[in-house]
Every structure is written in C-alpha cells, then in structure tokens.
C-alpha cells in the first residue's frame, strides 16, 4: 500500500509539521533554505490571509508567507 505524503499547504491552521522534502525549482530551495526551511525543521501554519494565498507560516522564531503553489511542494513527515 502507498502512503500520500502531506504537503506544507495541506497542514491545518496551528498544527506542527516537520520538512521532509523540498521538490521545488533549485531556485526556490535556494531561497526557502535561507529562511531556514531544511529538512528536519518544524513548521506551523499560522493563518491565512484574506485571499488565501500566500499562507503565513511560523519556522525558527520567525513568520514567514508562502504561496500556496510553493507550499505544495514542500512534504511534511
């Protein structure tokens, strides 16, 4: 049987994640890396913003948003 794994965009509002993975371009990881999204680090969903994207996240103290199209690649453990 195969699992689905969970994306960032898929997590509730206020639940803990840690990354697993991030598939986005090299680019993208490149800059998420910098905010300190690596695998192996907890992430929390905040709340979302009036349109719904991009979606406000808590990581290492700090608040960062993320598009959903982002989100989506970013797999949670």
Do not use: D, W
Request: glycine share 6%; with cysteine.
């Amino acid at each position: 049987m195969r699992f689905m794994k969970l994306s960032l965009l898929q997590l509730p509002i206020g639940k803990q994640g840690v990354i697993e993975k991030i598939s986005a371009e090299q680019a993208i990881r490149e800059r998420l890396h910098s905010f300190g999204l690596i695998e192996g680090v907890k992430i929390v969903p905040v709340k979302n913003t009036p349109l719904g994207c991009p979606r406000i996240y808590q990581c290492l103290n700090t608040f960062i948003a993320i598009r959903n199209s982002t989100a989506k690649q970013i797999y949670l453990k």
